[in-house]
């Protein structure tokens, strides 16, 4: 079985500030693959990064950052100097790909309110 | 525009009737799936083609859902006497891949189809 774990609902912060967005998978695979997703109040989701399980590195892309740490099951996602236009509810989703199936599970998700 | 589209955008409908989303993927992508959504919840899988041919179907997918990809492009998921849990919103996505290899690549998704039964 897998799992991806959101545990916060809802964050806001105030623009300019630091925000971190959690995200826990279970997954009995020793290939997987990690998603982030964005989806803004259109409705479209938005792909933002992905990883698999054998790299570990973690990644900066402009304003936003990946920690991906498989001691802790973990693939945090942290916006630095957040914007008004980063609100959003921010998906993370798993894939095992040794499972013979092509579905994403997605965690329920993060709505993030930046205030200007 | 060249993303993935999805008509209608929005459906109200009465229970017990039927109702017909379409999705044109992105052209040269191979790969579509259909996903619900329902309120504060993330997408959860419903369906996947490879081509023409539906590979893949959730346990989510009664009966009363049925979806097709006639020539391997455009999508229809048809949902027969709905019923008020229908109610989500209904997100396709498509992909390029080679049959039988894994997906490991981004999807893209349409804006979805919000589909209201009263």
């Known amino acids: 079985a897998q799992k991806v774990t959101q545990a916060q609902t809802e964050i806001s912060v105030v623009e300019k500030e630091d925000v971190t967005l959690d995200c826990v998978y279970e997954t009995r695979d020793t290939t997987y693959y990690l998603f982030w997703y964005k989806q803004p109040p259109s409705g479209e989701l938005v792909f933002l990064i992905r990883r698999n399980s054998f790299d570990e590195q973690n990644e900066i892309s402009g304003r936003y950052s990946w920690n991906f740490q498989k001691s802790t099951s973990s693939f945090n996602f942290t916006i630095t100097a957040s914007q008004v236009v980063d609100s959003a509810v921010y998906f993370c989703a798993l894939y095992n790909s040794g499972a013979g199936s092509y579905q994403l599970t997605f965690g329920k998700g993060t709505k993030l309110s930046v205030i200007p | 525009d060249t993303g993935v589209s999805q008509n209608p955008r929005h459906k109200i409908t009465k229970r017990g009737q039927n109702v017909t989303f379409r999705c044109d993927p992105i052209?040269?992508?191979?790969?579509l799936y259909w996903y619900r959504q329902t309120l504060g919840q993330g997408p959860e899988f419903l369906t996947y083609f490879q081509n023409e041919a539906q590979l893949e179907k959730s346990r989510l997918l009664s009966d009363r859902f049925s979806a097709e990809r006639p020539k391997g492009s455009f999508s229809t998921l048809e949902i027969q006497r709905t019923e008020q849990g229908d109610s989500a919103m209904y997100l396709c996505?498509?992909?390029?891949?080679?049959?039988?290899?894994?997906?490991?690549?981004?999807?893209?998704f349409g804006e979805g189809s919000r589909l209201t039964v009263l």
């Open positions: 052209s040269e992508h191979n790969r």
């Open positions: 996505a498509s992909s390029w891949g080679v049959r039988g290899r894994p997906n490991t690549g981004e999807l893209f």
